[in-house]
């Protein structure tokens, strides 16, 4: 078998690192690329999308696999012989589809319309940054005409939730949006008396790293496989295993955008740091789906940097760099503090309850402006009336609103509710973490944090991509996505802070 492989991996190993070398050039461009790059840096993403391309939907490619194939009919589905040939005929098959050159012409209008986004929100300028949002739908709509699906999103989804259908997304999605209106509401009746201020002031940009490369070093990254830098948007990348881009964004009046955005993209980090190094420069290399890459960031972020325990542990690290608002503050203070429901604007800076309101808006967008009629130019009034209707604000202007997110300007359309989903997964998974780790509130009160990551690497990052999101969730849970558990956890949580009947 290892002599059918060979050619095979020889040819993979290419595509990865064609993949891994543009996600360099892509990372660079985010955090060190000075402005004057931009144009070239559109046409050089450009030539290594079309050359992956052209290489992954190859003739040579599809013999290469026909003879791995060979014998493989009794080897387990989760072997690495099986899987591999598997999961890259799948991304061989979907690949033919679509013509290199808009491969292409995404990722360089991608890059270009990242700029033009950039300025547009600075700006508050949703009209400057249509034209590019225009025509990236138009190459969506293309890309979307390439397969023969039931509904226009689900190429979209099965980009980032592998064999996932439109169908099976919206209810999941609804039962979280109808779940979260009610208890939002019954939160925003009950007496104020959270206060988060402790988190808001003046807090120097210098001790802010500081802190975000400390709570790097406590959480159980691999020692040299990573490094942060600051960004416009907050993101994590694998170049490798052990080479992990991880970026936040510092914002001198609050505290909890770097601390919350730190643990979250380091969640990421930890997964694919996890995945089994057998598995490096192959399709397998990857999480099981964005939803479930994403289960892991909300997870650290928010059922772990956002608990009691872990809280604790972390609670000298901001009293001895931000002695002037933190000194007075008790750890219960700072819980508190971190759990703040507050409906907001921004999704980066949501609390966890409205979160998902967040996502579940983007959402429906989405789908309407690819099944629904909605037209790109519609999208800011679109917008201010779900933020009303859902989250009960008011939007002042389109930085604050349409134009937040980096998502549409990559042309991500597809992505926002793997967010949601991952929330979903989180909880499901942390009830069987709670369960097989009795002692963990000890352990993350003195920031002993290897149990549980060996734990998850164990169960889920070490597999990568080998299974489909639906094989995983009932591998972990004996049961399909189900949103019962976070809504659960969300009550509880809450009701306990907010003391609702």
């Known amino acids: 078998m290892k002599a059918t492989l060979e050619p095979l991996l020889t040819a993979l190993h290419e595509i990865s690192d064609l993949g891994r070398a543009r996600a360099l050039l892509a990372w660079d461009e985010r955090t060190k690329m000075p402005l004057g790059g931009a144009e070239v840096r559109a046409e050089q993403i450009a030539t290594l999308t079309r050359l992956r391309h052209l290489r992954l939907c190859s003739d040579e490619l599809g013999e290469l696999l026909d ?20 999961v890259t005929r799948r991304e061989w098959e979907k690949a033919r589809r679509v013509p290199a050159e808009l491969r292409a012409e995404t990722a360089r209008v991608s890059s270009i319309a990242e700029r033009a986004w950039e300025g547009a929100r600075e700006r508050s300028d949703f009209a400057a940054f249509l034209p590019h949002l225009e025509r990236m739908l138009e190459l969506k ?10 509904r226009p999103y689900d190429p979209l989804l099965d980009d980032f939730e592998p064999g996932m259908r439109t169908a099976e997304v ?7 949006r109808d779940g979260t209106v009610a208890l939002l509401a019954e939160i925003t009746e009950r007496p104020q008396t959270v206060d988060a201020s402790c988190l808001y002031g003046e807090f120097p940009v210098e001790r802010q790293a500081e802190l975000a490369r400390e709570l790097a070093r406590r959480l159980p990254l691999e020692s040299g496989a990573w490094r942060i830098d600051e960004t416009v948007h907050p993101f994590a990348t694998g170049i490798a295993i052990s080479d992990l881009r991880i970026t936040t964004r510092f914002d001198p009046g609050y505290v909890g955008t770097s601390l919350w955005a730190v643990i979250h993209e380091i969640g990421h980090a930890l997964y694919q740091n996890g995945i ?12 099981v789906s964005l939803g479930f890459d994403e289960s892991q960031s909300r997870m650290w972020e928010n059922w772990i940097g956002r608990g009691r325990p872990f809280l604790a ?15 007075g503050i008790d750890r219960e203070a700072l819980y508190r503090a971190a759990n703040r ?18 996502i579940v808006l ?3 967008l989405e789908l309407e402006l690819f099944e629904g009629g909605l037209v790109a130019a519609e999208l800011p009034e679109a917008w201010a009336q779900r933020m009303s209707e859902y989250l009960g604000i008011e939007v002042p202007d389109d930085a604050s609103g349409v134009l937040q997110d980096a998502h549409w300007s990559s042309g991500s359309f597809g992505y926002f509710p793997t967010y949601t989903l991952g929330n979903v997964i989180a909880a499901q998974l942390w009830e069987i973490v709670r369960a097989e780790l009795p002692d963990l509130d000890d352990r993350l009160a003195t920031g002993e944090l290897t149990p549980l990551r060996d734990f998850l690497g164990e169960r889920l990052y070490r597999h990568g991509g080998k299974l489909e999101p639906a094989e995983m969730i009932e591998r972990l849970a004996g049961g399909p996505l189900d949103p019962e558990p976070l809504l659960c956890h969300l009550r509880q949580k809450f009701g306990e802070i907010y003391e609702l009947a």
Do not use: K, M, W
């Open 341 to 358: 429901v507050q409906p907001s604007l921004v999704r980066i800076e949501a609390d966890e309850v409205t979160y998902n309101l967040h």
């Open 362 to 364: 983007r959402f429906e």
């Open 141 to 150: 709509r293309r890309y979307v005409e390439c397969f023969d699906a039931e």
């Open 67 to 86: 003879r791995a194939a060979a014998g493989l009919d009794s080897a387990p589905r989760d072997s690495f012989e099986a899987s591999l040939v598997r």
């Open 170 to 176: 919206e209810p999941v999605l609804a039962r979280v």
């Open 313 to 327: 542990h972390i609670h000298p690290l901001l009293t001895e760099r931000f002695p002037e608002r933190f000194a």
């Open 276 to 287: 089994a190094s057998e598995l490096e420069r192959t399709p397998l290399c990857r999480s």
